[in-house]
């Protein structure tokens, strides 16, 4: 089953008409490693300003969603376009938010330097103007607000500050698609939402289409349009309400899964052992709030 109920907000109008107009379009995809199969059949439009997260267990294939959405690995049967390029040949069509990762303490790249990463000269083909690149990294920093540690050396920043700096890597340029893996990881409740504000502001003003790998679907509840939620080699598309369910879940895993909602966050409850998932953790995240303790990331 596949329940495809989503919608494209805050981009100015109707999208997902025509096929061409797809940021990410995959047509009767399969992955395969030897006889296991993650997904098969897989028909999907990602539109242009739209927030669809992939979500799923341990092993469910959601970095390897991604892999193919880069080029960096291929499609068993079907295909993947980006952009109206096929996978791996979009270039800078595409923005990538890796996993939060720290810098040796001593490392002496400065943080504008990080972002510089992502200005110099891959867009226009030839390196830019000093002054000029120089203005693009002034411009987004400013946008993701890390100005004020421009010159810190990335080793001092802390988790928040870096994954900052990394969004402004990514969007530099106004990619149209912004594949990002797990970006909350390792972050405080404070900096996840700042990150995850971020990556939605980008979306809402620059019209890309946002696709967003992660464990749990709380921190970007507010944000998504449809999820991809992968688990034992099948799949389910649609909004978080169509998706999120008692019955949608347990009919996805094959076993008695409940889904409830607790102060507005999701809680799911009952996931097979062998599958380590996050998703535990919305008990005692729903229940720390509750008793306005701040959650651990
Ligand atoms: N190149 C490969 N060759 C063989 N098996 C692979 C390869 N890449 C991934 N796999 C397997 O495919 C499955 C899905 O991996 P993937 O990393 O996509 O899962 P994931 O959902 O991102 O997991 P996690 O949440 O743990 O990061 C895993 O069982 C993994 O071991």
């Known amino acids: 089953m596949t329940v495809d109920g989503g919608r494209a907000r805050g981009i100015a109008g109707p999208g997902g008409t025509r096929p061409s107009a797809s940021a990410v379009a995959l ?20 539109r242009p300003g739209e927030f669809f997260a992939v979500l799923g267990p341990n092993g469910s294939g959601k970095t390897s969603f991604l892999k193919v959405l880069l080029g960096l690995l291929k499609l068993t049967s079907g295909s993947a376009t980006i952009a109206g ?13 890796p996993q939060q990762k720290g810098f040796a ?5 400065r943080a504008r330097d ?22 693009e990294i002034d411009s987004l920093l400013e946008r993701v607000g890390a100005s004020a540690y421009a010159k810190v050396p990335v080793g001092q920043l802390s988790g928040g500050e870096l994954q900052r700096l990394r969004v402004a890597q990514a ?16 972050l405080d409740l404070n900096h996840q939402q700042a ?9 809402s003003e620059t019209g890309a289409a946002v696709v967003f790998v ?14 991809l939620y992968l688990a034992q080699g099948q799949f389910r598309i649609g909004s978080p309400e169509e998706v999120m369910t008692t019955e949608v879940l347990s009919d996805l895993y094959g076993s008695n899964v409940e889904v409830s909602r607790v102060n507005g966050r999701i ?13 535990h953790d919305h008990v005692h995240s729903a229940l720390a709030l509750d008793q306005g303790v701040e959650e651990e990331a």
């Open 85 to 97: 390029h096929p996978a791996g040949a979009a270039g800078r069509d595409i923005g990538y938010i």
């Open 195 to 203: 990150v995850s504000a971020l990556i939605d502001r980008q979306r």
């Open 267 to 279: 809680v799911v409850l009952g996931l097979p052992d062998a599958t380590t998932h996050l998703h």
């Open 171 to 186: 969007i530099a340029g106004g990619p149209s698609v912004l594949l990002c893996d797990e970006p909350l990881l390792a």
């Open 27 to 46: 047509r009767g995809a399969s992955l395969a490693f030897g006889p296991r199969t993650l997904w098969s059949g897989l028909d999907l439009d990602i």
């Open 214 to 227: 992660t464990h749990e679907i709380n921190p970007i509840l507010d944000y998504v349009d449809r999820i």
């Open 105 to 109: 303490s001593d490392a002496s790249l």
């Open 114 to 135: 990080l972002v510089g990463l992502g200005v110099d000269g891959h867009r226009w083909g030839l390196r830019l103007a000093r002054r000029r690149a120089d203005n």
